[in-house]
Every structure is written in structure tokens, then in C-alpha cells.
């Protein structure tokens, strides 16, 4: 997912711009390099959540994205602990 499509009704082409910006940061940081990757569409929600309510600070969306995206990482990893006959 990318916010610079041009014909993207949704958005200028600054917060286009701003989003990516924050999306790139955030898939940096949770080293995921390939926007095929499940997690990045997952960053790109989160990140476009936090531009919906308000937040137009690239860093600030970016570490909301990936706080969000650890939390979930953790849930999904506590998830597979309790899963009955896992014995990781």
C-alpha cells in the first residue's frame, strides 16, 4: 500500500506525502522491507489511523504505527504460547 497515488481522491498529495513519509519510518524501524509483507498494510492502517484523528507528525505516526504493530506482535506470540499441545 502507498499514500502517493496520484488519483487518490482521499487525500492531497502533501498528506500523501506525509503519510508515506511516516509509513517509511515505521517499516524502517520493524526492518520490513518488502511491501508485501502483511505487517506493512497493517503499519499503513495504523499510520493513516493516526493521520485521521489528527496527527500530522511524521515521527509521531510512525512510532504510534509501531508501537501498535509490537502489540500485536506480542498478542499473536502470546497466543501461540497458550495454545494448547504448543509445547515451545
Do not use: C, H
Request: charged share 30%; glycine share 4%.
Amino acid at each position: 500500500m502507498t499514500f502517493l497515488d496520484t488519483d487518490n481522491p482521499n487525500y492531497s498529495k502533501a498528506d500523501g506525502e506525509l503519510m508515506q513519509q511516516a509509513l517509511d519510518e515505521a517499516a524502517r524501524v520493524l526492518k520490513i522491507e518488502d511491501d508485501n509483507d502483511p505487517e506493512w498494510k497493517i503499519l499503513a492502517r495504523f499510520v493513516r489511523a493516526a493521520f485521521i484523528i489528527g496527527n500530522r507528525d511524521v515521527e509521531a505516526m510512525a512510532g504510534f504505527a509501531v508501537d501498535a504493530v509490537l502489540v500485536r506482535r506480542k498478542a499473536a506470540e502470546s497466543t501461540i504460547r497458550s495454545t494448547p499441545g504448543n509445547y515451545r
